[in-house]
């Protein structure tokens, strides 16, 4: 045999053992526990929704999900930990909205959000709401928005950080509207309410299941909710698209992988998510934390994806929202 052939043999030889390797490696998948790494710290709602999935998913999959948290910058480093990890199907990362806005918040990032992950699955939805305090003399988000209009430069909304799910819909309105508001920015969401309590600010955005017990028990006012539809939690409550046309920010958990994380693994994962979501005790816990399941498909997933980095692209360029790490 000529040492052409030789060589030749030997590389078809390496490559079919690779690509057999590849195969049974996604047969076989999963055969040891599976990461989520977390964009939170370890008590907040997304986390919580983390592990609600971890332990659906352990009745769809063969293998228990470890939750791992990190919110170290807004959860940047939890993607570029995912982005770093071998694509092998056994590291995702669990994120909130900031998987389509750190990208533009920071001017290097460490990763490109389109060319560095694949899609898996949107997990759940839901709204953000709008809230003021009683003594504002407005009592839905078209009388704010009046209000703000005749006092420019007079109030102020609070959020837990540069750049977060608490500060870009506030951006978005205030350039939507044209408003002249202040920013002023807190350390989480508990010091943003209790600054809203105190008057020193007179408008915040949080999820619903946190200000909930505050509207109910008049301690602040529900203004309008970020979805393009009406909450039955709070049905008299506007959404702010009822005011401002095309208005809509909804909350939202997705499941990502690192980009060349096998396909089968990827839809395998993916159909896991949606069986897990819509089994009736995992729906009954969303529901408690009044969030709606989703469980898209990797491709829905691609395409909110592009709405949301589009989105977020406008209005922090618009707002001049940069952090320099």
């Given at each position: 045999?000529?040492?052409?052939?030789?060589?030749?043999?030997?590389?078809?030889?390496?490559?079919?053992?690779?690509?057999?390797?590849?195969?049974?490696?996604?047969?076989?998948?999963?055969?040891?526990?599976?990461?989520?790494?977390?964009?939170?710290?370890?008590?907040?709602?997304?986390?919580?929704?983390?592990?609600?999935?971890?332990?659906?998913?352990?009745?769809?999959?063969?293998?228990?999900?470890?939750?791992?948290?990190?919110?170290?910058?807004?959860?940047?480093?939890?993607?570029?930990?995912?982005?770093?990890?071998?694509?092998?199907?056994?590291?995702?990362?669990?994120?909130?909205?900031?998987?389509?806005?750190?990208?533009?918040?920071?001017?290097?990032?460490?990763?490109?959000?389109?060319?560095?992950?694949?899609?898996?699955?949107?997990?759940?939805?839901?709204?953000?709401?709008?809230?003021?305090?009683?003594?504002?003399?407005?009592?839905?988000?078209?009388?704010?928005?009046?209000?703000?209009?005749?006092?420019?430069?007079k109030y102020a909304f609070g959020s837990s950080g540069i750049?977060?799910?608490?500060?870009?819909?506030?951006?978005?309105?205030?350039?939507?509207?044209?408003?002249?508001?202040?920013?002023?920015?807190?350390?989480?969401?508990?010091?943003?309410?209790?600054?809203?309590?105190?008057?020193?600010?007179?408008?915040?955005?949080?999820?619903?299941?946190?200000?909930?017990?505050?509207?109910?028990?008049?301690?602040?006012?529900?203004?309008?909710?970020?979805?393009?539809?009406?909450?039955?939690?709070?049905?008299?409550?506007?959404?702010?698209?009822?005011?401002?046309?095309?208005?809509?920010f909804p909350m939202w958990v997705a499941v990502f992988a690192?980009?060349?994380?096998?396909?089968?693994?990827?839809?395998?994962?993916?159909?896991?998510?949606?069986?897990?979501?819509?089994?009736?005790?995992?729906?009954?816990?969303?529901?408690?934390?009044?969030?709606?399941?989703?469980?898209?498909?990797?491709?829905?997933?691609?395409?909110?994806?592009?709405?949301?980095?589009?989105?977020?692209?406008?209005?922090?360029?618009?707002?001049?929202?940069?952090?320099?790490?």
């Amino acid at each position: 045999m000529s040492l052409l052939r030789q060589l030749a043999t030997v590389i078809a030889v390496g490559l079919g053992a690779t690509l057999g390797g590849t195969a049974v490696a996604q047969d076989t998948w999963p055969d040891r526990p599976i990461r989520f790494i977390v964009t939170s710290a370890a008590g907040g709602g997304v986390d919580l929704m983390a592990r609600l999935l971890a332990e659906g998913l352990s009745q769809e999959l063969p293998q228990r999900v470890i939750v791992e948290n990190n919110g170290t910058a807004g959860g940047l480093i939890a993607a570029r930990t995912v982005v770093k990890s071998e694509p092998d199907g056994y590291t995702f990362l669990f994120s909130g909205p900031g998987q389509a806005s750190l990208p533009y918040v920071y001017k290097s990032p460490g990763y490109d959000v389109r060319r560095d992950f694949a899609s898996v699955s949107l997990v759940t939805r839901y709204p953000l709401v709008m809230v003021t305090t009683p003594d504002l003399p407005a009592k839905n988000i078209a009388e704010f928005i009046a209000l703000v209009k005749k006092n420019p430069g007079k109030y102020a909304f609070g959020s837990s950080g540069i750049g977060g799910t608490s500060h870009i819909p506030l951006e978005a309105l205030k350039s939507q509207a044209g408003l002249d508001m202040i920013h002023v920015p807190y350390r989480g969401s508990g010091q943003t309410t209790a600054a809203l309590l105190g008057g020193q600010i007179q408008l915040v955005i949080d999820g619903l299941a946190p200000q909930l017990a505050n509207i109910q028990d008049g301690r602040v006012r529900a203004l309008a909710l970020t979805t393009t539809t009406r909450s039955p939690v709070l049905p008299d409550v506007p959404t702010v698209s009822e005011s401002l046309p095309g208005f809509a920010f909804p909350m939202w958990v997705a499941v990502f992988a690192p980009a060349k994380t096998p396909p089968a693994i990827i839809e395998r994962m993916s159909k896991a998510i949606a069986a897990a979501v819509k089994t009736p005790a995992l729906a009954k816990r969303f529901s408690e934390l009044m969030v709606d399941p989703v469980g898209s498909t990797p491709k829905e997933l691609d395409r909110f994806m592009e709405e949301q980095l589009a989105f977020n692209k406008t209005v922090i360029e618009k707002a001049g929202i940069h952090i320099q790490e």
